[in-house]
């Protein structure tokens, strides 16, 4: 069991795979601080959040798109994860960007 969450793990943490959909995926735009996905805390479940990053590569506003989760606590965990994410500068990109991400959360 654990070689394949190890497997699962490995497979998810490449830099575009949790990135659901969006502009920012669409134009090809790269997570630079090549975050895990896959996250440790209170309570086993996902969380999507649809994120608008400026053209610095900030997060600048982060909103709950869908979720299992039935704790609040989880839930704000994920959304302050996720907006520590930093993507590839460019004063070419648009003034936001927006992306759907999903991380998921195991105890």
Known sequence: MR???FLFILISSSSFGQLIS???VEEGRKVL????????GMANGYAKYELAVNR??????ARLVETNLKSTPATFTIKNYVKTFTFQPGTYYPKFHHVVV????ME
């Open 22 to 24: 969006g502009t920012l």
């Open 33 to 40: 601080n090549n975050p895990a996905f896959i996250i440790e």
């Open 102 to 105: 999903k991380i998921t959360m």
């Open 56 to 61: 610095e590569g900030k997060v600048t506003s």
């Open 3 to 5: 070689k394949l969450l």
